[in-house]
């Protein structure tokens, strides 16, 4: 009942934020974020949505790669966008990694390994980030106590996203770990994979930055850096509305922590949903695509491992 309910009560959960902070904090700061948004953010980013996607794409494609699967960049793009702006558009902010896994996994006559190369790939980002996070987090100042609900979100997301993957994988635990060390562990891909993984991350930081600039924010890049590595672990929470909800929550509060004020918190974050959105927008091209990549057919019934993903 409860994996039933689970979808809906997140997306409650996730609403049920949005209003929290429509009540305490007003629409000003919405409709501002939606006024602030301009030509030339809008351009960037298209740019800084290009570099995140294409690194994406290819970390996709060495991990696939890595388990046997053909996958080329020139399919992988197409698809990865595809996915960002499913991700976007839908509740849950998985369903696009969900079919571009399902739909790979078909058509390279593997579904099982088709959706761990999704898994692994978006799990392996999610290292890179946690890794530079603590970084950032340990280089500031120990009595700094704005970094005090920054680590508590982090904690809550590494949590969330630990617990998450094994309870995936639990039951084939020697099927993954095997082809883990393959598709991410090997000395071919992990060099890959971790610079690949930097330079997305950087990318999204670098979005953030815009967002806060249009937004009005100008505090020094050395003080929001902190805020901004955070806040990417916090959307990855599966608590969302296309990535809305715990976002907002999470720059409110750690701008009002840090003295910036929660309103421009929370208008950077609208900001940057607009600009990730925007950023996603050339997978409206790739919608309705076949690909046309040849490999093998095997007939597997996607049903289970969708919801399970899903979930």
Same mark, same amino acid.
């Given at each position: 009942?409860?994996?039933?309910?689970?979808?809906?009560?997140?997306?409650?959960?996730?609403?049920?934020?949005?209003?929290?902070?429509?009540?305490?904090?007003?629409?000003?700061?919405?409709?501002?974020?939606?006024?602030?948004?301009?030509?030339?953010?809008?351009?960037?980013?298209?740019?800084?949505?290009?570099?995140?996607?294409?690194?994406?794409?290819?970390?996709?494609?060495?991990?696939?790669?890595?388990?046997?699967?053909?996958? =080329?960049?020139?399919?992988?793009?197409?698809?990865?966008?595809?996915?960002?702006?499913?991700?976007?558009?839908?509740?849950?902010?998985?369903?696009?990694?969900?079919?571009?896994?399902?739909?790979?996994?078909?058509?390279?006559?593997?579904?099982?390994?088709?959706?761990?190369?999704?898994?692994?790939?978006?799990?392996?980002?999610?290292?890179?980030?946690?890794?530079?996070?603590?970084?950032?987090?340990?280089?500031?100042?120990?009595?700094?106590?704005?970094?005090?609900?920054?680590?508590?979100?982090?904690?809550?997301?590494?949590?969330?996203?630990?617990?998450?993957?094994?309870?995936?994988?639990?039951?084939?635990?020697?099927?993954?770990?095997?082809?883990?060390?393959?598709?991410?562990?090997?000395?071919?891909?992990?060099?890959?994979?971790?610079?690949? =993984?930097?330079?997305?991350?950087?990318?999204?930081?670098?979005?953030?930055?815009?967002?806060?600039?249009?937004?009005?924010?100008?505090?020094?890049?050395?003080?929001?850096?902190?805020?901004?590595?955070?806040?990417?672990?916090?959307?990855?929470?599966?608590?969302?509305?296309?990535?809305?909800?715990?976002?907002?929550?999470?720059?409110?509060?750690?701008?009002?922590?840090?003295?910036?004020?929660?309103?421009?918190?929370?208008?950077?974050?609208?900001?940057?949903?607009?600009?990730?959105?925007?950023? =996603?927008?050339?997978?409206?091209?790739?919608?309705?695509?076949?690909?046309?990549?040849?490999?093998?057919?095997?007939?597997?019934?996607?049903?289970?491992?969708?919801?399970?993903?899903?979930?």
């Amino acid at each position: 009942m409860v994996r039933r309910l689970w979808p809906w009560l997140r997306l409650l959960l996730a609403c049920g934020i949005l209003l929290a902070l429509l009540v305490r904090l007003g629409a000003g700061a919405f409709v501002d974020g939606l006024r602030a948004v301009d030509l030339g953010s809008l351009v960037a980013a298209l740019g800084i949505g290009l570099v995140t996607t294409l690194c994406g794409a290819a970390r996709w494609c060495v991990v696939a790669r890595g388990l046997g699967l053909p996958l =080329s960049l020139g399919t992988a793009v197409p698809d990865y966008y595809r996915a960002l702006l499913l991700n976007a558009v839908l509740p849950a902010g998985v369903l696009g990694d969900v079919h571009r896994a399902v739909s790979h996994g078909q058509r390279a006559g593997d579904l099982g390994r088709g959706i761990r190369a999704v898994v692994f790939e978006r799990f392996a980002g999610q290292v890179v980030l946690i890794a530079i996070a603590l970084v950032v987090i340990l280089a500031q100042p120990p009595l700094d106590l704005t970094l005090d609900p920054a680590a508590a979100i982090t904690v809550l997301a590494i949590v969330i996203g630990l617990a998450g993957f094994a309870g995936l994988w639990r039951k084939r635990a020697a099927t993954v770990w095997a082809d883990a060390r393959a598709g991410l562990l090997s000395r071919r891909a992990f060099p890959s994979v971790a610079l690949l =993984s930097t330079v997305a991350v950087a990318g999204h930081l670098a979005l953030l930055f815009v967002a806060a600039r249009v937004s009005g924010t100008d505090a020094p890049a050395g003080r929001l850096l902190p805020l901004f590595v955070v806040a990417l672990l916090v959307m990855a929470i599966p608590v969302n509305v296309g990535g809305w909800g715990p976002r907002e929550a999470f720059l409110a509060a750690a701008f009002g922590a840090a003295g910036l004020g929660a309103a421009h918190g929370l208008t950077t974050a609208v900001v940057y949903g607009v600009l990730a959105l925007v950023a =996603s927008l050339p997978g409206a091209l790739f919608l309705f695509r076949k690909n046309g990549e040849v490999v093998r057919e095997r007939g597997h019934q996607p049903g289970e491992q969708v919801l399970a993903l899903a979930r």
